[in-house]
């Protein structure tokens, strides 16, 4: 579950700039990281499972394994966490603020 964890996003380009014919990032990266995963290391079915399933929810593929289930949920913890943290900092500013006012 480790290995799989770390190699979950092994891609070498920029999603942001980089685009592709049969999908969006969200559903081609994990097929790319698998890809690249194998030509570093062999990879066992849970491994890949790991892998290829770590976007379950934007993807319809179910993971087969519990420990595909926890790396996705990891991983989705950790987006919203990315996504959230910008947010919450404006608004513990302000709320400093608000405390510095009375
Ligand atoms: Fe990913």
Same mark, same amino acid.
């Given at each position: 579950?480790?290995?799989?964890g770390l190699?979950?996003d092994l891609?070498?380009?920029? &999603?942001?700039?980089?685009?592709?014919?049969?999908?969006?990032?969200?559903?081609?990266?994990?097929?790319?990281?698998?890809?690249?995963?194998?030509?570093?290391?062999?990879?066992?079915?849970?491994?890949?499972?790991?892998?290829?399933?770590?976007? &379950?929810?934007?993807?319809?593929?179910?993971?087969?394994?519990?420990?595909?289930?926890?790396?996705?949920?990891?991983?989705?913890?950790?987006?919203?966490?990315?996504?959230?943290?910008? &947010?919450?900092?404006?608004?513990?500013?302000?709320?400093?603020?608000l405390t510095?006012?009375?």
């Amino acid at each position: 579950m480790a290995r799989a964890g770390l190699l979950h996003d092994l891609f070498f380009y920029d &999603w942001r700039v980089t685009k592709f014919e049969l999908g969006t990032h969200a559903f081609i990266h994990a097929r790319v990281a698998v890809r690249n995963a194998e030509k570093l290391t062999p990879l066992s079915p849970m491994e890949k499972d790991i892998i290829l399933k770590h976007m &379950w929810g934007a993807t319809t593929a179910l993971p087969h394994y519990r420990e595909s289930i926890l790396v996705d949920f990891v991983d989705d913890y950790q987006a919203v966490v990315e996504f959230c943290q910008p &947010w919450s900092q404006h608004v513990k500013r302000l709320l400093q603020q608000l405390t510095n006012a009375f």
